[in-house]
């Protein structure tokens, strides 16, 4: 077993971490950075190391040589990297094995292998797996892009071999876009991923984004935790998720998981993962990629199977057997994320800096607040803009947006414009209630209608300017100073006329 | 000495010119079209700002005061609201009617970040909406556009270069 881990990451994922670790018994130790000396995450974990001077052209939690050295050089057992920054880095996994840390994920093989979207697809394909356009490799020439583009069908999208994030795709609908962009995108990926390698797959309009959670152990045991819907999202920045998916029936999930375990087991999957799917209106679904860490809304599922994903990935980390088998795995009630940013989203989601100056949480039964701010905490533009996460778990679909709608209500943050208003909209919109919507919905369904807004609540805050105006104002002067007061209004007028 | 405060009228005037008349009670009372609002601002225990009206309570929060402009919070949204009393509304709308065009429009950074890329050159005419540059900030890239149809005058912004709040990344000369 485990007995000491390095968390690699930051933020509310690292104090999510660390809050398992030490409950399984393992010693805890953080990253102490110059930009957040006095982070959250730093005063949860047992033991804080500081991260060495460097010339800061490489950002600590991409810095895979002093990261290493940091474990190995305070006889640390293993390196958790959490999500984003190197959690999907095949040559940091390696450089953690070299040095005798085990690295909390998969093998440097899959994650190799699952980061090269074209190798990706092949194993799908072996597995089984529905996809879009089958696999052809990557296209060397404007030509093959063309020929491949034509025998498809329109529209088509040409992506990066090495691309994610929404990043290197660029989408064709017809024959004479294609040489251009497959130009464009040849470049991007060269500047972007260092590799200029692109592929093109049937471009799906106005999908639905549905991911199921995969769990293996290195015994070939591969479980999977149902699935969780993420297609409330903008710009491929998933805002809300939820789990289960109103979208699926019984069989289109029995469908989709066996899928999902197929794809794991012909890739020789361990630890945690997870299998992206895109789902058409006429309900077919198709591989889109595998995500070989920790997610983000990864509680929603935490909370309709009971089980605790960190858990079990250190406990596949540390070589043991999966504690649990496919029939253990029920899934209870519903289960929602609001994603917490600090973004105006009144002015087009641009990112809200400042300090955070007072915080108010809500706290009822069956909600859960993952969070790596308290007030104080500074929002500067070096870091992600996510502060926390609302999750809540109801009986059914209905009571879930309730509750969360119930708890958004209490949830203040002062001193940053967060995206709190938006989720509140997005959970009173009919549309999303009856649960029929996809990833257009945002920018189809919602348009400008961005936040929510209470009856009348232009109206309070006017009077709330003018009450504080009042205030401010009250004490100055003698009444004979002020102009309206003490001036004749005919005067006044006169006056006016000279302007 | 107590001001006269009584029974004056304030008005709040919004970003659109949209107008919010309130007559003043008096601290504690409001009255519009004919309907009295009784407020009351509470601070609670952990430095949460309320803002009750007839007994509802808003969570509320001041964002900055600059003379009578105020931009405030309620329920999380922002606002802006200009406070002025019937004669300064005039005078506002008057000068408003007389201010002479600027002829240019300068596109500042509204966050620190870095210039990812420039679209635009000196002498280039650009519509209103064309895309002027990307600026990345909490690794999010935001596409500054351009605010009016024109001519490119100036360009400061330059590519991979860190730009704090606030400063001048292009000019635009109004066609």
Not at chain 1, 94 to 104: E, K, R, S, T, Y
Not at chain 1, 163 to 184: F, H, P, S, T, Y
Not at chain 2, 142 to 157: D, S
Request: glycine share 8%.
């Amino acid at each position: 077993m485990i007995k000491s881990i390095l968390i690699a990451n930051r933020g509310e994922i690292a104090i999510r971490i660390a809050r398992t670790a030490k409950r399984m018994g393992i010693k805890t130790y953080g990253i102490r950075t110059k930009k957040e000396p006095n982070a959250v995450y730093l005063s949860k974990v047992d033991e804080v190391v500081d991260f060495p001077e460097t010339d800061g052209k490489v950002p600590e939690f991409l810095d895979i040589p002093n990261l290493v050295k940091l474990a190995a050089d305070n006889h640390i057992d293993s390196m958790h990297p959490g999500y984003g920054y190197l959690s999907e880095n095949a040559d940091f996994a390696q450089a953690c094995i070299d040095n005798g840390v085990i690295f909390v994920g998969p093998s440097p093989k899959i994650i190799r292998d699952m980061g090269d979207k074209i190798v990706a697809k092949e194993i799908a394909q072996r597995a089984g797996v529905p996809m879009l356009g089958g696999t052809h490799g990557g296209v060397p020439t404007a030509e093959a892009a063309i020929e491949q583009a034509n025998a498809m069908g329109y529209p088509v999208i040409i992506k990066a071999a090495s691309g994610g994030g929404g990043r290197g795709m660029r989408i064709c609908w017809k024959e004479d876009e294609v040489a251009r962009n497959w130009k464009l995108c040849t470049d991007e990926a060269t500047t972007a991923f260092n590799d200029p390698t692109v592929f093109i797959e049937k471009y799906l309009q106005n999908p639905k984004h549905i991911e199921f959670q995969i769990v293996a152990d290195k015994y070939g045991n591969v479980v999977h935790l149902g699935e969780r819907e993420c297609s409330i999202q903008r710009k491929h920045q998933k805002l809300m998720e939820e789990a289960p998916s109103p979208a699926l029936t019984e069989e289109m999930r029995e469908k989709m998981a066996a899928a999902a375990v197929n794809l794991a087991k012909e890739a020789g999957y361990e630890s945690l993962g997870t299998v992206e799917f895109l789902l058409d209106a006429q309900g077919n679904f198709f591989f889109m990629e595998m995500n070989t860490r920790i997610q983000v809304e990864h509680p929603v599922t935490e909370m309709i199977t009971g089980l605790n994903l960190v858990e079990l990935q250190l406990l596949i980390a540390s070589g043991e057997k999966l504690p649990v088998e496919q029939k253990d795995i029920k899934l209870n009630g519903w289960a929602i994320e609001c994603r917490i940013n600090a973004e105006d989203v009144q002015g087009g989601f641009t990112p809200s800096i400042g300090l955070i100056k007072n915080l108010r949480l809500p706290s009822d039964n069956n909600i859960r607040i993952d969070s790596g701010v308290r007030v104080g905490t500074e929002i500067t533009p070096f870091f992600d803009s996510m502060i926390a996460k609302l999750i809540v778990h109801g009986k059914d679909r209905n009571d879930a947006i309730d509750l969360s709608l119930r708890s958004l209500q209490h949830f203040s943050v002062m001193g940053v414009k967060t995206t709190i208003p938006f989720c509140k909209q997005v959970l009173h919109n009919e549309v999303f209630r009856k649960g029929d919507f996809n990833t257009a919905f945002i920018e189809k369904v919602l348009g400008d209608n961005l936040i929510y807004k209470e009856p009348h609540e232009d109206l309070i805050a006017a009077l709330f300017a003018v009450s504080t105006y009042n205030h401010d104002n009250d004490f100055i002067g003698d009444g004979e100073d002020t102009p309206e007061a003490g001036m004749d209004p005919w005067v006044l007028q006169k006056r006016i006329r000279h302007l | 000495m107590q001001s006269n405060i009584q029974n004056r009228t304030l008005i709040a005037v919004g970003p659109n010119e949209e107008t919010y008349e309130f007559q003043v009670d008096n601290k504690y009372q409001f009255s519009t079209k004919g309907q009295k609002l009784k407020v009351e601002m509470i601070e609670e225990a952990d430095g949460i700002l309320l803002f009750a009206c007839e007994g509802v309570r808003y969570p509320v929060e001041i964002v900055s005061v600059r003379q009578n402009n105020y931009e405030v919070m309620v329920n999380g949204v922002s606002y802006n609201f200009t406070v002025e009393t019937p004669f300064s509304l005039k005078r506002r709308q008057i000068l408003a009617a007389n201010k002479p065009v600027s002829d240019t429009e300068e596109v500042r950074t509204p966050m620190p970040g870095k210039i990812v890329s420039v679209a635009v050159k000196v002498g280039q005419e650009v519509k209103q909406g064309d895309p002027i540059l990307v600026l990345e900030a909490m690794k999010m890239q935001n596409t500054l556009t351009a605010p009016i149809n024109g001519i490119v005058t100036v360009v400061k912004a330059k590519e991979a270069t860190n730009v704090g709040k606030d400063e001048l990344l292009v000019e635009i000369k109004r066609q």
